[in-house]
């Protein structure tokens, strides 16, 4: 049985929306709604609720990845993933999209296909995330850790509750969930990020990185959150 996704493209260049809404077509994203404006998009979260929205940066009226902080208030049931569609392309402008709470990002100019592939690992992530948060109540791990995945926060025994941006917890309840085991780089994009076609990437990196500073005494010499060159990475308690 096939799912419908309500979508918001937010997009103001007229002849690359029409192109990106007959593409869409080729996936189980409907309806769409299409607005050009920060202002519009606005409206439109309150309004609805949509599952995914594809979000230029450079709008009229303003930069469109001042939505994302409100959007990452959200419950992470209800909360939509969201695609950063820029011309800023460059590793500094994917950086800040990400740290934003983007959940991915894609410069332009861009094929149709590579789309239409970024919004269905999009969908898969996005339907292993509301199974994981309808079958149980916050998981409890061992040891003081603690996940809540409505509010998307972590609890660890020196640090308390820390409020994180979806993809972090995503990270951060993969590597909790099984402490103690290697996980691979290509084992996390493909769990974590939904990426079925691996290149090479920085992105895990990156993103440990952000979870050893807020949980980590010293993040340089990190405990928990444990990189093991050649190998993958581990949680340890």
């Keep these: 049985m096939k799912v419908n996704h ?7 260049e ?3 929306a029409s192109a990106i809404l007959i593409a869409l077509k080729q996936t189980d994203l409907s309806p769409v709604v299409h607005v050009t404006t920060l202002k519009a998009a606005e409206s439109a979260i309150q309004k609805n609720v949509f599952d995914i929205i594809l979000l230029d940066r450079n709008l009229p009226d303003g930069e469109g990845t001042e939505i994302i902080p409100v959007l990452n208030r959200l419950p992470l049931s ?3 993933m969201v695609l950063v569609l820029s011309a ?3 590793t500094q402008d994917k950086v800040e999209g990400l740290d ?3 959940d991915d990002y894609l410069s332009k100019p861009f094929t149709l296909e590579e789309l239409t592939a970024r919004i269905k690992a999009m969908l898969r992530r996005l339907a292993t995330s509301k199974t994981a948060i309808q079958s149980s109540e916050p998981t ?4 003081d850790w603690s996940l809540d995945a409505n509010s998307r926060k972590v609890f660890s025994p020196t640090r308390g509750w820390i409020a994180l941006t979806p993809i972090e917890f995503k990270l951060a309840s993969h590597l909790i969930l099984n402490a103690g ?9 493909k769990n974590v990020w939904g990426f079925r076609f691996l290149a090479k990437t920085r992105t895990v990196d990156f993103f440990l990185g952000k979870l050893r500073r807020q949980f980590e005494d010293n993040p ?3 405990k928990h959150f444990l990189t093991l060159r050649g190998a993958g990475y581990k949680f340890e308690y």
């Design 78 to 80: 209800v909360r939509p």
């Design 140 to 143: 409890n791990p061992p040891l």
């Design 6 to 12: 309500p979508a918001l493209l937010v997009e103001d």
């Design 181 to 189: 085991k290697v996980l691979t780089r290509e084992e996390l994009l």
């Design 100 to 102: 934003l709470g983007a």
């Design 88 to 90: 800023r392309g460059t």
């Design 220 to 222: 340089i010499q990190p």
């Design 14 to 16: 007229e002849a690359l």
